[in-house]
């Protein structure tokens, strides 16, 4: 079975968690057996951060890397459609000397090329939508470029034979937003590899625990984008309280740009207590992880929350809202704890709780990393994806085209 992926983002460049899915998705796929065959991927991306321009994964995965126009930043959604046309005229003449029997595209970045290349061959379309514009903004499309992503997700779902999505809040969403019909659209969850975790050694994590918490100090983690949706500023909201109850508590936030909040940690009167980071690497990551004491995601947009794996995986104890798909992977006084969307008060109070009983979080701990074993293994993932692939190619040949 051959199969053409089209992914805007691929290592090196990863820009969240759509990046991350493809690179681990993509390999798991490769040399599958089928009743078509093995699975034979074509892996079309962009070379926004550099990496080879064809680099041969395994006998059956090959990545080519095409140079696109630089994004302009003040029309960037026009400009990333217009990129696509590379994708298109490099994924064309591959396809044209022997034919793919199925397309398979992530999310709104790369759907034009993807429409385009089924229609030139009339093969199959599968989409995954890894978030939407609509749920981004809490059912609000604010601009024109909003409006303009919204619509190409809408396309993207309409010109799909297949959609998939990572959640059941997703499928709810997309049912919602773009009428898709129910049975059109598959759940397959996201995953984590378990052997991709970077190591830590115990030297590592006291050397953390020594720069960070020098007295002792219980250490709180963030760790994701800065922006609305990701709902940093809900746990900031949470300190003052969580320190009048713990005053020898320390937030450490890691992201890119994350100073952007320090007014809004001084007007709470908390800067004291709160350390940007900044960019940390995976590795670093994975350290703060075991480091920690807990890790809080108080999300208030989540199509499913690979962050709150990540965490697992590392024994953390994981606090997060209880919203979008995030909420199906953290299971309340199970795997973590969860807490209502946007309430500093609901965050404090689940601090409290991981404090005040240790044998529980480590109950919890020990249930998530074995869910992330036999649920999140991309093993698994890979043969749900495949049996996916074999439905659609075999519906596209008993019909007419």
Request: proline share 5%; hydrophobic share 45%; glycine share 6%.
């Amino acid at each position: 079975m051959r199969v053409l992926m089209l992914s805007w983002e691929f290592p090196p460049y990863v820009v969240g968690g759509m990046g991350k899915h493809v690179a681990e998705l993509a390999p798991a796929l490769g040399g599958l057996e089928t009743p078509d065959g093995p699975i034979q991927i074509d892996l079309v991306t962009t070379r926004m951060n550099g990496g080879p321009s064809t680099e041969q994964l395994s006998e059956a995965v090959k990545v080519h890397r095409v140079e696109t126009p630089a994004l302009d930043p003040a029309d960037l959604v026009n400009s990333v459609i217009s990129g696509n046309q590379a994708l298109i005229d490099l994924a064309m003449p591959i396809g044209d000397s022997r034919a793919y029997d199925l397309i398979h595209i992530h999310d709104w970045l790369v759907t034009k090329a993807g429409v385009a290349l089924k229609h030139r061959w009339k093969t199959p379309l599968v989409t995954t939508i890894h978030a939407t514009e609509k749920g981004r903004h809490r059912g609000h499309i604010p601009d024109q470029s909003s409006h303009q992503i919204d619509r190409t997700e809408w396309r993207s779902c309409f010109e799909a034979w297949r959609v998939i999505a990572c959640s059941n809040f997703m499928k709810q969403e997309i049912q919602n937003y773009f009428a898709v019909p129910g049975d059109k659209i598959s759940v397959i969850v996201n995953g984590l590899n378990l052997n991709a975790q970077e190591a830590c050694t115990t030297e590592q994590m006291e050397a953390l625990r020594s720069l960070y918490a020098p007295n002792g100090e219980r250490l709180l983690l963030f760790v994701g984008r800065i922006v609305h949706e990701k709902g940093l500023q809900v746990l900031l909201r949470a300190m003052p309280r969580i320190l009048a109850e713990h005053p020898a508590t320390r937030l450490l936030v890691a992201g890119k740009n994350g100073a952007a909040m320090w007014p809004l940690a001084f007007e709470l009167g908390v800067e004291q207590s709160v350390i940007f980071l900044d960019y940390v690497t995976n590795a670093q990551r994975d350290c703060l992880y075991r480091a920690v004491d807990v890790a809080v995601f108080p999300s208030l947009y989540e199509p499913f929350g690979i962050v709150a794996l990540e965490a697992m995986a590392s024994n953390c104890n994981v606090i997060a809202s209880s919203v979008g798909g995030i909420g199906e992977v953290v299971h309340h006084q199970h795997n973590g704890l969860t807490v209502y969307p946007d309430d500093p008060l609901s965050i404090a109070w689940a601090v409290g709780q991981v404090f005040a009983d240790p044998a529980a979080a480590a109950r919890r701990r020990k249930t998530a990393l074995q869910e992330i074993k036999t649920i999140y293994n991309w093993e698994n993932i890979a043969r749900q994806t495949a049996t996916l692939y074999t439905q659609v190619v075999a519906e596209r040949r008993n019909t007419d085209w």
